[in-house]
């Protein structure tokens, strides 16, 4: 089925990028300009307070000047008077799809710093962004990143309504201390975030991810800060103060973390040593120059000699580490080290090996090996998740985020995209269980639940567009029906007394004696 694309004034709509719970994303050309860009439309229209929200967010995060900042081009309202934004369209992927690879110090602390510096300007605006997490990161074309999805932002000065009715905002593997606890949150809680991140892509690994929500929860709240391998030891105290459990003890705001960064070096990775300076002799003498050469000739020779020695010593060198790498990597896989732990596991040991030859086949195939297994544990959990109707929630350890996890890493993978159909099978069956049930309200939200699924699932397309006429119908006055019931029943028992028994006995006893 078709999707009907929408009519937004003075742009083109090409396709849906995205949706969420309150509002979906397009690809759209702002035609006065004929440049591409992202359209953000509320879903709904009935909720004036959000709506409201949702306009002076806009107003604010327009008004923050930051190369790690979305920019926002416009706001204004679609045909059927809903809200929309358009910001820049940045189609060079999110900092969530590189999750398990390990960055370099360098690089990571390069990307802190361009987010720290955007979240600065965010902050000095009197917002916290609240939902700090990979999946906001986006890449440019250039490398850069950009923080974006505000959605969530809060002001710090108003009192934060949601935490009052224990609420908790934003994704449990990147939430701070308070924030998991439903506490009053400030720049700090932002900070934590970064430094989740940060932790991830040293490692590889989220420290305080968990098999359940609860559980996440639970270990950003009492589980401290993971230890970094000896090679990274500068970073230590870094990580350490980011993410401290208790915000007094974090920096205090992200200029404060920026000075911090200022003063890392990285650790000297590099081996090689510098040979020492030839020395040069004073000019020679015939006969000296006669000598020298043979002297020179067999120095030469014997230099030629420690050289080919050298280079072969080297090679070898090279191959032994290499081969030693592939071996590690091998144990690591047949035990199901795939990613963890962080720097003892299979995919670091073929990505080590890589280094020294970035074309070895065994590497090479090795990667692939640690993806398909990764792949088969993602459809695994998705399928329990499935049987266990955890459809969208906790939003990373569901049916959906294994499904779209694997699709990330394989967008042809057919299991994965027939689990997520399976998904929107199942909220179409709840919704229509809720229908009987007369509870019209959960079955609406059903349905929008399986859309975030399968956005084009025709079934739920329809049920989404027929959802009025159904609840007008189901609660249509019955008078009629009643009436044509009462006729009917006052006309069957008029003939039941005029016509004979169907018993053959009462017929011939009514005979004799009528």
Partial sequence: MTQRMLE???????????????????????????REVAVKVLLRTEDAAFTERFIQEGHIVASLRHPAIITIYDIGQVTDGRHYLAMEYIGCGDLAQHRGLVFSPSRALDIIKQLAGGLAVVHDGGLVHRDVKPANILFRDDGSVVLTDFGVAKAIELDNELTHFGIAVGSPAYSSPEQAQCQTLDARSDIYSLGVILAEMLTGTNPFRAGSYPQTVLNHVQMPAPQLPPALAPYQMLLDRMLAKQPSERFGSCRELLESIDTLTEPDMDQTRI???????????????????????????????????????????????????????????????????????????????????????????????????RIAESLVLAEQRLAEDQLLEPAEDSAVHYFRQVLGWLPE??????????????????????????????????????????????????????????????????????????????????????????????????????
């Avoid at 993978?413 to 709840?430: D, F, I, K, M, P």
């Fill in 8 to 34: 937004v004034p003075g742009y083109r709509l090409h396709k849906r990028l995205g949706k969420g719970g309150m509002a979906e994303v397009y690809l759209a050309t702002q035609l006065s300009l004929d």
């Fill in 275 to 373: 040979a020492p300076a030839v020395v040069i002799a004073s000019r020679p003498t015939r006969r000296s120059r006669r000598r020298g050469l043979k002297r020179w000739g067999a120095i030469g020779a014997a230099m030629l000699a420690t050289v080919t020695l050298g280079v072969g010593g080297y090679q070898w060198f090279q191959y032994t580490r290499i081969n030693d790498f592939l071996t590690r990597a091998e144990v690591r896989l047949a035990n199901g080290q795939l990613i963890a732990p962080a720097l003892d596991n299979a995919d670091y040991y073929y990505r080590r090996a890589l280094r020294l030859d970035a074309d070895n086949p065994k590497a090479l195939d090795g990667l692939k090996r640690v993806l398909n297994a």
């Fill in 413 to 514: 993978n057919e299991a994965a995209r027939v689990g997520l159909e399976r998904v929107s099978q199942r909220y179409t069956e709840l919704a229509e269980a809720a229908y009987g049930r007369r509870e019209y309200a959960v079955a609406l939200e059903y349905i929008h639940q399986g859309l975030e699924a399968t956005p084009e699932q025709a079934t739920l397309l329809a049920l989404r567009d027929g959802h009025l006429q159904r609840v007008a119908k189901a609660r249509a006055p019955r008078v009629a029906k009643r009436t044509a019931v009462s006729t009917a029943r006052t006309t069957s028992n008029t003939p039941a007394q005029a016509q004979a028994p169907a018993n053959p006995v009462k017929r011939l006893w009514n005979r004799i004696f009528n």
